[in-house]
């Protein structure tokens, strides 16, 4: 007489051999236990218990609770999918929204506005008791040094008025830029940021877009701090 394990088996539609061996599925065959299978398995164990000897209920629960998270983890899993799905579109639409725009980002090189001059930050790692700006042509001759004072960590803005030191207009650029931050007599790391048109967009197979901005080249959209 066949045991209530090969009952549930004979439910299931998984044979097995006299011997008592289950036959071995096919190397093909999918051997996991997904969502339907789990609760077609219970089922038929319920459907085969023996009267006289119910399965226990702490098992049962346990069994419900193991279904109950099988169940949350696919629901989970799909919509995880969905949302990555949305946001992988999302991000490349709006890549494609920063083509004639300026940002602002890491640079050295920048281009004058109509009016003459440009705005830009100065980015400090930490405190500095000074920070001079220089400001040189594209032959790299010095037009103005400006002194930002002393400056906490963080994020310094300036706004040259595209006059030189003798006072004379400083032309069309474009211009180099470089800042110098002490603490004393350390030097504080900084960098300078200069806001540049963005003239097209790449979108990879995979990783972020990446805009080509003229005079500074190309740029991570995570590397932009600001859009103006």
Known sequence: MASSFDSTL???????????????????????????????????????????????NTQMVAQMAQFSSLAGITEMSTTLKSIADKLNATSASDAMAYVGKTVLTEGSVAYPRTAGGFAGQVELDGDASGVILTIADKDGKVLKSVDLGAQKKGTVDFDWDGSTDTGSEAGD????????????????????????????????????????????????????????
């Open 173 to 228: 650029g474009p211009f180099t830029i470089t800042a110098t931050a002490r603490n004393g007599t350390t030097k504080v790391d900084s960098r300078t940021l200069v806001w540049a048109p963005v003239a097209s967009v790449s979108i990879p197979s995979s990783g972020e877009p990446v805009l080509s901005v003229p005079g500074i080249g190309q740029v991570p959209v995570s590397a932009v701090r600001q859009v103006g």
């Open 10 to 56: 004979d439910a299931l539609g998984i044979p097995r051999t006299n011997s008592g061996t289950p036959i071995q599925p096919a190397s093909s065959a999918n051997t996991t236990l997904g969502q339907a299978d789990f609760l077609k398995l219970m089922t038929a164990q319920m459907q085969n218990q023996d009267p006289f000897n119910p399965v226990d």
